[in-house]
Antibody, heavy 121, light 108 residues
Framework: QMELQESGPGLVKPSETLSLTCTVS??????????WGWIRQPPGKGLELIGT???????FYNPSLKSRVTISVDTSKNQFSLKLTSLTAADTAVYYC???????????????WGQGTLVTV | SYELTQPPSVSVSSGQTARITCSGD??????AYWYQQRSGQAPVLVIY???KRPSGIPERFSGSSSGTVATLTISGAQVEDEADYYC???????????FGSGTKVTVL
């Protein structure tokens, strides 16, 4: 049973850069069956996909955040990371990391999530 | 951008059937996925590829899709099913992967 755990600062100042890391345990981040993603949820609001990464480094970013987002992977540590620049109060949210599993054809879906970490800007 | 539209709330009496809809222009050609999020917890996948149920998800959860509307059905709703439910899908171009606006299910 794979588990995911987010880590990083809970408070970041406006205009600064948020850096979060997700550590994967119970399985390899280098599996060809999975991508790895970041999703966020502002307090009292809905879910928003930030982006995903494959162990090879191939990425997908939400077009609305693409200019500010970088997702990277460290296979030696079984971790992937998120950097979000130029923060504003609108970036205050619970940030989740999740496993993005390959399904039928090119479809993928998030089937295992971390507990989430609240980031306040 | 692409949008998936859900009703803000659905109420159901315990033991009755709740239906949650998700409308999107690309749904005739793209799968829908459903997530349950209880208060203060991370989302849990309850339906994938329109109608498949992951292991460990009770049989009372089912999914279907017809035209531009996907539907999550909870047959015989239980108190523990009170939660927010989100649909998830992708637009025709593949450029936008989005969650629906969410539906709060109340079990009376």
């Amino acid at each position: 049973q794979m588990e995911l755990q987010e880590s990083g600062p809970g408070l970041v100042k406006p205009s600064e850069t948020l850096s979060l890391t997700c550590t994967v345990s119970g399985g390899s981040i280098s599996s060809a069956n999975y991508y790895w993603g970041w999703i966020r949820q502002p307090p009292g609001k809905g879910l928003e996909l930030i982006g995903t990464i494959f162990y090879t480094g191939s990425t997908f970013y939400n077009p609305s955040l693409k200019s500010r987002v970088t997702i990277s992977v460290d296979t030696s540590k079984n971790q992937f990371s998120l950097k979000l620049t130029s923060l504003t109060a609108a970036d205050t949210a619970v940030y989740y990391c999740a496993r993005d599993t390959k399904g039928y054809a090119d479809y993928t879906y998030f089937d295992s999530w971390g507990q989430g970490t609240l980031v306040t800007v | 951008s692409y949008e998936l539209t859900q009703p803000p709330s659905v109420s159901v009496s315990s033991g009755q059937t709740a239906r949650i809809t998700c409308s999107g222009d690309a749904l005739p050609k793209k799968y829908a996925y459903w997530y349950q999020q209880r208060s203060g917890q991370a989302p849990v996948l309850v339906i994938y590829e329109d109608s498949k149920r992951p292991s460990g998800i009770p049989e009372r959860f089912s999914g279907s899709s017809s035209g531009t509307v996907a539907t999550l059905t909870i047959s015989g709703a239980q108190v523990e099913d009170e939660a927010d439910y989100y649909c998830y899908s992708i637009d025709s171009s593949g450029d936008h992967r989005v969650f629906g606006s969410g539906t709060k299910v109340t079990v009376l």
